[in-house]
């Protein structure tokens, strides 16, 4: 109806005008960026250089535990377990006599954590000493040439290709990861910032009492859908524009790279393109922007922005009715809000977190169950897509989770426009649960 | 223009509207009173199509009402106002109208006009925040009746306004009314009811207690109450056919006893050779009939459960 248009307009032209919509969509990747690029800063900042003094009566390892950059082993004599804190170092390992064929159990004593990725590091460096030592001791091998075996035996790479039948196309996990849990983010935290937009616009209506105005002229459901549509219009702009943002980032991201690389990268491709992978002669740098942009192109974008739309506006309708009936019931107190709010920011917060544990496993039944369910299935089955339909995702779930999700918005709609519709009139005392239940499922 | 029959609506706890007929004429001003919780409200909501009546009709022009259509034909100001505060002010206008079913066009001409009329032009681009209480109001009037309803609805339509622009806004009703619209006035002052309404209807918990035009009800409640001012009075006066209730100078109220008429007053009177100067009936104001119809009542309305 024409109605219903106008109440669209107005709901997205009055946000779209507003300098607030603006600066969050420019502001907001920024501000991602900015969180991610600062917390890769941090970690590698946060590498300190541990000093880590061995106390190694029996010299097993003095020349096969070797230090680096971020770990340093000291094997000075002097420093024991006593003073080694007095000597810069923050731990000391000590190294028992060696059993051969049992297990043998160091230890580390510290004034200060070292991490558990620190921790981890140093096993490693253990265990490839005892290799080495055991090696060395065992044969007859010089150490020159069992530093020159391991150094030329970091050779081998593991590359996955996804089986689609005729072709199979390289994969990367680790760009599929990082789609996926960019859009179940995405989607997460959009669903709750339009959803508090609804609910706000909803309840600022109620409150300036301009409610009962429009409603005599439109019936309260048209009024909420008309509300719903415009603000979810707003958030589709917004993508669009991030898109495009993306798109001209990567352009100006381009310009940056040296030409000589970039004309040794389309060598790569062309040479790629003949069957002849003779990527020996590129340099590495050129290497590496050629994978990057090799997987960036090989992830199905069509399909992945395609499902985004279609889950981002499946979650939003979802959750959005919700929030616009809880608006239609509370009064000016805002902490009446926050009871009513609880059962349905809950379902979001576990989809993020049954998300962040199922993109590990995409093809899981964690996974697979929570992307049918329409609660937490926008979230989730945006994340298990980027790793590839219909191998990881079968078309079945894919089309069985979007109709179950157009299905369960339609319920809630419906569900939320009964709420919503006695609500928004009602002034005074905050409903109960079971008179919402009342307003809800009985004809009345 | 307007017929309402046997209307009822009932609430988990109150009967909010309980089988009240009324009609409004066409271009007539009719005025809806009641006590606080009388089922004012819920009423109104039924005819501008807020709530579904749950018995009763309400023919529109002789055909049943149809929330969709008809809602275009009716323009509501309820008594808590309200418009969107950080719209801009001409563009809510035109955005109201337009929900009514104006053409942009002819919203814009319309709003450019009644912005005229009210002198509002300097305010088409601010927003309602920046708006003093009266000027809101002025504005909610205006975009009531924008759009040419043919019934407008008005709940307390001069509440916090200045006298200028109470009369303002009454002079636009009675010009409404003029040029053919029918208005419902709803309002707890009795003054202005008498001075602005051709018909009441008064309604108690849900319940019309009253029907008629404004001096048929105060005839049906006159107490034959008269004032007489003569010189001299006379010495001794007949308690046989009226009683004087006040005295006051060379002035009495009296009322007079059933079976007697003013002529037999006037000849006792002059009989008496006493002159008189005046002699008038006192009609009741509807304040004191209105507080005579609700008293007694209880004051505000208690919760009571409904069987059904």
Same mark, same amino acid.
């Given at each position: 109806m024409n109605k219903i248009g106008l109440i669209i307009r107005r709901e997205y032209?009055?946000?779209?005008?507003?300098?607030?919509?603006?600066?969050?969509?420019?502001?907001?990747? &920024?501000?991602?960026?900015?969180?991610?690029?600062?917390? &890769?800063?941090? $970690?590698? =900042?946060?590498? /300190?250089?541990?000093? %880590?003094? &061995? !106390?190694?009566?029996?010299? +097993?390892?003095?020349?096969?535990? =070797? !230090?680096?950059?971020?770990? +340093?082993?000291?094997? !000075?004599?002097?420093?024991?377990?006593?003073?080694? $804190? #007095?000597?810069?170092? !923050?731990?000391?390992?000590? %190294?028992?006599?060696?059993?051969?064929?049992?297990? /043998?159990?160091?230890?580390?004593?510290?004034?200060?954590?070292?991490?558990? $990725?620190?921790?981890?590091?140093? #096993? =490693?460096? %253990?265990?490839?000493?005892?290799?080495?030592?055991?090696? +060395?001791?065992?044969?007859n091998i010089t150490r020159s040439r069992l530093d020159s075996i391991r150094a030329s035996s970091d050779m081998g790479e593991l590359q996955t290709f996804s089986d689609e039948g005729k072709r199979s196309q390289q994969s990367s996990q680790g760009l599929s990861y990082a789609i996926g849990y960019t859009c179940g983010f995405l989607i997460y935290l959009l669903t709750f910032i339009y959803g508090a937009m609804v609910m706000r616009g909803v309840s600022e209506e109620k409150t300036s009492r301009v409610a009962e105005v429009i409603v005599s002229s439109v019936k309260p459901f048209p009024l909420m859908l008309g509300k719903i549509i415009g603000i979810g219009a707003v958030g589709l702009t917004q993508f669009l524009l991030w898109i495009v943002l993306g798109i001209v980032l990567a352009l100006v991201a381009q310009a940056f790279i040296p030409h000589e690389l970039l004309q040794e990268v389309n060598n790569i491709q062309k040479a790629n393109a003949m069957g002849n992978a003779q990527m020996a002669q590129s340099s590495e740098a050129a290497r590496q922007i050629f994978e990057v942009k090799q997987s960036i192109q090989n992830a199905n974008w069509l399909l992945i922005i395609g499902c985004y739309i279609f889950y981002f506006i499946g979650g939003y309708l979802f959750y959005a009715s919700l929030f616009a009936a809880v608006g239609s019931v509370v009064n000016e107190d805002p902490q009446e809000a926050q009871s009513l709010l609880l059962p349905i920011t809950m379902p979001i917060i576990f989809s993020f977190i049954i998300m962040s544990v199922a993109i590990q496993d995409p093809g899981g039944s964690l996974a697979v169950w929570a992307s049918m369910i329409p609660f937490s299935s926008p979230i989730v089955m945006m994340a298990r897509i980027p790793y590839g339909v219909p191998t990881t995702v079968p078309y079945w779930q894919l089309l069985l989770s979007m109709i179950l999700l157009a299905g369960g918005f339609l319920f809630t709609t419906w569900m939320a426009g009964k709420i919503y519709r006695t609500g928004i009139l009602l002034y005074g005392k905050k409903p109960t649960w079971k008179t919402m239940w009342k307003w809800a499922f009985n004809n009345g | 223009m307007l017929e309402v029959a046997h209307l009822k609506k009932y609430f988990t706890t109150q009967k909010a509207v309980d089988d009240i007929s009324f009609n409004v004429e066409k271009g007539s001003i009719f005025g809806l009173l009641g006590p606080n919780g009388a089922g004012k409200t819920t009423l109104i909501r039924m005819i501008t199509g807020i709530f579904y009546p749950d018995e009763g009709n309400i023919l529109f022009n002789g055909e049943k009402f149809n929330t969709d259509e008809d809602s275009a034909r009716i323009g509501y100001m309820p008594e808590e106002r309200g418009l969107y505060k950080k719209m801009k002010i001409g563009e809510q206008a035109i955005y109201l109208a337009r929900l009514k079913g104006l053409s942009s066009s002819d919203a814009f001409s319309q709003a450019k006009d009644w912005f005229t009329r009210f002198e509002m032009q300097s305010w088409w681009n601010k927003k309602i925040e920046d708006l003093s209480k009266g000027m809101a109001q002025k504005l909610q009037f205006v975009t009531t009746v924008l759009h040419r309803p043919e019934l407008i609805i008005l709940d307390e339509p001069f509440s916090g306004l200045d006298p200028v622009n109470a009369n303002l806004i009454k002079d636009e009703i009675f010009r409404l009314a003029a040029n053919g619209a029918s208005i419902i006035f709803s309002t707890h002052r009795m003054e202005q009811v008498e001075e602005i309404c051709n018909h009441i209807i008064l309604i108690n918990k849900g319940k019309k207690i009253l029907d008629g035009t404004v001096n048929h009800v105060k005839q049906e409640f006159k107490e034959n109450l008269f004032r007489i001012t003569a010189s001299p009075l006379p010495g001794h006066l007949p308690d046989s056919v009226f009683e004087v209730l006040t005295k006051k100078e060379q002035s009495l109220t009296i009322r007079i006893k059933e079976g007697h008429s003013p002529n037999d007053v006037l000849r006792y009177f002059i009989d008496q050779q006493s002159n008189i100067s005046v002699f008038t009936e006192l009609l009741p104001s509807l304040n004191e009939i209105f507080i005579k119809l609700v008293e007694g009542t209880s004051l505000s309305r208690q919760f009571q459960p409904i069987q059904s």
């Open positions: 032209l009055t946000r779209i005008r507003n300098k607030t919509f603006l600066l969050s969509t420019f502001l907001l990747p &920024v501000i991602i960026v900015l969180g991610i690029a600062g917390t &890769v800063f941090l $970690a590698i =900042k946060g590498k /300190t250089n541990h000093r %880590i003094a &061995v !106390s190694d009566q029996n010299s +097993y390892f003095r020349d096969y535990l =070797k !230090s680096d950059s971020s770990i +340093y082993f000291d094997f !000075s004599p002097g420093i024991d377990t006593i003073n080694y $804190a #007095e000597k810069n170092c !923050s731990a000391v390992l000590i %190294i028992p006599v060696l059993n051969e064929g049992q297990k /043998t159990i160091y230890r580390l004593k510290y004034k200060k954590q070292l991490g558990l $990725a620190n921790i981890d590091d140093l #096993e =490693k460096r %253990i265990n490839a000493a005892i290799t080495d030592h055991l090696i +060395y001791i065992k044969t | -």
